[in-house]
């Protein structure tokens, strides 16, 4: 029975020794191949937690009006996309940044909320 070629995930190299589940040509080649694989899944996370933090800044930024529009929450940065997790309270829906949060409250106009230990209030 003839085996299937199999090249390095690495480098491409055509693997002609070694055990059959071989992957990788050598050390360097493995180390490489699963560093990157790390490092790629890691600016993934890094990427996502950046934009959390900047939707929470601008948050920050609007509290104080406690009502905007996500144009102007867009303006700062925040991307609509990402939230931490989301309340549910009677017909609200909150999203949250970590301790910021936002819910509709008619169109594009949100109402900015914080949330405290002792629960979900107005900043
Ligand atoms: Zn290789």
Redesign the pocket.
Known sequence: MEQEKKY?L????WLMTGRIDRK???D??RNGYHNDEFRNRNNLMRNIVNSLKRNRRALIVLAEKQTATIAELAALGFVQDYFTHVSKCEEDTVFYCFDMGYKFVEGLSVHIVSASPSGVKAV
């Open positions: 390095c690495c480098c491409n190299e990788f040509c050598g360097a080649c």
